[in-house]
T-cell receptor, first 114, second 115 residues
Framework: AQTVTQSQPEMSVQEAETVTLSCTYD???????LFWYKQPPSRQMILVIR??????QNATENRFSVNFQKAAKSFSLKISDSQLGDTAMYFC???????????FGKGTSLLVTP | GAGVSQSPSNKVTEKGKDVELRCDPI?????LYWYRQRLGQGLEFLIY????????KSGLPSDRFSAERTGESVSTLTIQRTQQEDSAVYLC?????????????FGQGTRLTVV
């Protein structure tokens, strides 16, 4: 079974600063995908970024980037130049290459303050 | 529609009543998923539909829970004899095809409160 662990239930960052959210996972598979989803108060889950395990290069999407450490089974999200609109729950998720259902962590609540 | 649509947005029901939640996936999406999100928790997988194949019901927590989907259209999740522990947000997602290579798009969920 695959498990996803987010060890930071809540985090806070000031506007324009950088914050890193942690995620670790456990799997015996070698081919898989990792995701970060954002869930604002509207409840809509929005895909922020994804990483293919076979790619060594860390994924980047504008102000969002990941630090993927395959050997350590770690997948952290870095948000640069934080904006008030980044305030949301952030979920790390895993899916194996042969799977179809995402496995989610419990989430990190991020608050961006002025 | 442009996105995944779920109804109702909120539902309050009395313990013991049956409820039906609806999900309208994005047109053309063959895969559909239901997840449950309890307060302060991540998303728990409930059930998966892929085209006309038999659904994967392995995540359904009890026989009070059931879901249907006709072809690649609307899905309904039914909870019979609701209990207070069923209170949660129920999220539906759809994707063009199954698996890891395609993005799953989520609806805004139905918040179910059992009183």
């Amino acid at each position: 079974a695959q498990t996803v662990t987010q060890s930071q239930p809540e985090m806070s960052v000031q506007e324009a600063e950088t914050v890193t959210l942690s995620c670790t996972y456990d799997t015996s598979e070698s081919n898989y995908y990792l995701f970060w989803y954002k869930q604002p108060p509207s409840r809509q889950m929005i895909l922020v970024i994804r990483q293919e395990a076979y790619k060594q290069q860390n994924a980047t999407e504008n102000r969002f980037s990941v630090n993927f450490q395959k050997a350590a089974k770690s997948f952290s999200l870095k948000i640069s130049d934080s904006q008030l609109g980044d305030t949301a729950m952030y979920f790390c998720a895993f899916i194996s290459n042969s799977g179809y259902a995402l496995n989610f962590g419990k989430g990190t609540s991020l608050l961006v303050t002025p | 529609g442009a996105g995944v649509s779920q109804s109702p947005s909120n539902k309050v029901t009395e313990k013991g009543k049956d409820v039906e939640l609806r999900c309208d996936p994005i047109s053309g999406h063959t895969a559909l998923y239901w997840y449950r999100q309890r307060l302060g928790q991540g998303l728990e997988f409930l059930i998966y539909f892929q085209g006309n194949s038999a659904p994967d019901k392995s995540g359904l927590p009890s026989d009070r829970f059931s879901a249907e989907r006709t072809g690649e259209s609307v899905s309904t999740l039914t909870i019979q004899r609701t209990q207070q522990e069923d209170s949660a947000v129920y999220l539906c997602a759809s994707s063009f095809e199954q698996g890891s290579t395609t993005e799953a798009f989520f609806g805004q969920g139905t918040r179910l409160t059992v009183v």
